[in-house]
């Protein structure tokens, strides 16, 4: 079976300060991961996936599959980065996704 | 392009009553997914419709099942509704299927079940 866990439901930064929000997993095959955000009011979008290795919004994950970790992380946290975040796996030829429970991350002026 | 949306955005049922949910997705894409979100399991998958055919399918019972027209468009049925089946229910769209393209989700239908 697939699991994301997502530890923190609630992450408290201030402005300027790094932000790391975290994420593990468990699957036993090669997974594919993703990062969604959903700001207040809007709908769930995609933030980054892993296979893009591309930096969005100054966010940047990197798969560890070691730790089975993919931990989303931006040197400068800025107001408009509050939001909730959620960490989703896909997995095997006929595909399922699993998300995480979520992880508000609230950045303080 | 038009986003994703989703009729009705809000529903009331009583339990035992069955209910529809539609989708349509963005003009081009033939991939429909569809997540229940509840405060209690979080956002959790439903099933996927590619090209009218049902890709996979999370681990819901058979009351909750959907379908997809030629013109990419889907439903979702509920049928003997329950009080846990309150929820906001999310569809998303995507070019190809599930896992290999962007997915865009549509606003939600919140069901209310009493």
């Known amino acids: 079976a697939q699991r994301v866990t997502q530890p923190e439901k609630l992450l408290s930064v201030f402005k300027g300060a790094p932000v790391e929000l975290k994420c593990n997993y468990s699957?036993?095959?090669?997974?594919?991961l993703f990062w969604y955000v959903q700001y207040s009011r809007q709908r769930l979008q995609l933030l980054l996936r892993h296979i893009s290795r591309e930096s969005i919004k100054g966010f940047t994950a990197d798969l560890n599959k070691g730790e089975t970790s993919f931990h989303l992380k931006k040197p400068f946290a800025q107001e408009e980065d509050s939001a909730m975040y959620y960490c989703a796996l896909t997995s095997g030829g006929y595909q399922k996704v699993t998300f995480g429970t979520g992880t508000k991350l609230q950045v303080i002026p | 392009k038009a986003g994703v949306t989703q009729t009705p955005r809000y529903l009331i049922k009583t339990r035992g009553q069955q209910v529809t949910l539609s989708c349509s997705p963005i003009s081009g894409h033939r991939s429909v997914s569809w997540y229940q979100q509840t405060p209690g399991q979080g956002l959790q998958f439903l099933f996927e419709?590619?090209?009218?055919?049902?890709?996979n399918k999370g681990n819901f019972p058979g009351r909750f099942s959907g379908r997809q027209f030629s013109n990419s468009r889907s439903e979702m049925n509920v049928s003997t509704l329950e009080l846990g089946d309150s929820a906001l229910y999310l569809c998303?769209?995507?070019?190809?299927?599930?896992?290999?393209?962007?997915?865009?989700f549509g606003p939600g239908t919140r069901l209310l079940v009493l």
């Open positions: 699957y036993s095959g090669s997974p594919e």
């Open positions: 419709y590619f090209s009218e055919t049902q890709r």
């Open positions: 998303a769209s995507s070019l190809g299927p599930l896992g290999q393209e962007t997915q865009y």
